[in-house]
């Protein structure tokens, strides 16, 4: 017989497996749907792997699908460590990226054009993460209800834009203007997707980082998560804590709004994001709400997303198969994150 017993301390190493562990029991686990497929499981996740990460532009497009996933996991990351539930990230990325492009439209100098497409993404998302978090301050309203409705109601209002007012009048199709040329971001590496926006993705997880753990900010965050009524005891104005963060975590999603626009798509059409803000939660739970375990939490999951539809060509394995690698791998990690807690003891049986 077993049963859970309370851990007095949990071992670094432990910690630091814990997501490896889940990646492991993700794989294994989904290994039973591709031989359900017929398909070898070894073939199959070789050609996934090698189609992301086999040669220099197939790492560069998996740098360019992880970069909003960075993003959102940030996003993610920083409002659940003050247990401000921001399910969210996907309207706050869409509202960034109308932002940007509305902007990215405006005629004016490539580089004052980049900068103000940056601010109108990042405080669209913040506007739009406002919203659950001043339900929740001033009125108790649950912020996983509030922040996920919205959603929805962000998409439908990018809807309305892309067959209203931006519909194109020419092909009919519904898609917004395209930013001018001189507001796209510029391409690192000649032939490739590789953009300005992937370099500040992986400069703003060790930003955020410090901000969460080196900061004033960031020890209130952690204070509040951890238990808001000693915070408010301590003198800690929570409320106003929580406004900040999900201000600083919807702007995050917005920016990856920014990239999809100034880097990839130059453009808003229905489809812009993939649900690289749900992924954004599996990504920062992978991370353990680390925001420098964002980066390889992202990187993993564009390695899989992008090579899925490889892998299906090659093996028949239906390209769907990387969203349940994504919504495995986040139960994997809720289960796994139960044994930093607790552990299992086997009782003898009673005399």
């Known amino acids: 017989m077993f049963r859970l017993e309370a851990r007095t301390s949990t071992p670094a190493w432990f910690n630091l497996a814990l ?49 909003p996933m960075i993003f959102t996991g940030l996003a993610v990351a920083v409002a659940f460590r003050a247990k401000f539930w921001n399910i969210g990230a996907e309207g706050q990325l869409l509202a960034g990226a109308v932002a940007s492009c509305a902007v990215g439209a405006i005629p004016m100098p490539g580089p004052l054009a980049m900068l103000l497409m940056t601010v109108a993404g990042a405080a669209a998302g913040a506007a739009v993460a406002l919203i659950p978090a001043t339900l929740r301050v001033r009125f108790k309203v649950d912020d996983v209800v509030s922040s996920l409705l919205l959603n929805s109601v962000i998409f439908y209002a990018l809807m309305a834009l892309i067959e209203g007012p931006w519909k194109d009048s020419f092909s009919g199709y519904p898609i917004s203007p395209p930013i001018l040329d001189s507001a796209n971001f510029p391409v690192l590496l000649e032939g490739t997707r590789l953009h300005l926006g992937v370099v500040a993705a992986f400069l703003a997880a060790p930003v955020i980082w410090f901000l969460i753990a080196r900061t004033t900010l960031g020890f209130r965050i952690r204070v509040i998560g951890e238990n808001p009524e000693a915070a408010r005891y301590g003198g800690i104005h929570v409320e106003r804590v929580l406004i900040s963060t999900a201000l600083l975590s919807g702007a995050l999603a917005g920016l990856a709004g920014v990239g999809e626009v100034g880097g990839v798509h130059f453009q808003v059409m229905s489809d812009i ?79």
């Not at 649900?275 to 999951?301: D, E, H, K, Q, T």
């Open 19 to 67: 997501p490896l562990l889940a990646i492991g029991a993700t794989l294994v686990l989904c290994s039973g749907l591709i031989a359900l497929a017929g398909a070898g499981v070894i073939e199959a996740y070789g050609v996934m792997f090698s189609a992301s990460l086999g040669d220099s532009y197939a790492i560069t497009e998996t740098l360019v699908r992880a970069t």
């Open 273 to 351: 994001s993939p649900g690289y803000g749900y992924s954004g939660i599996v990504v920062a739970m992978l991370a353990r709400l680390n925001p420098l375990g964002v980066v390889p939490a992202a990187l993993f999951l564009a390695a899989v997303m992008t090579g899925a539809e490889a892998m299906s060509r090659a093996t028949g394995v239906p390209a769907f198969l990387s969203d349940v690698i994504q919504g495995t791998a986040l139960l994997a990690m809720l289960v796994a994150l139960l044994f930093t807690a607790y552990r299992v003891r086997r009782v003898g049986a009673a005399r």
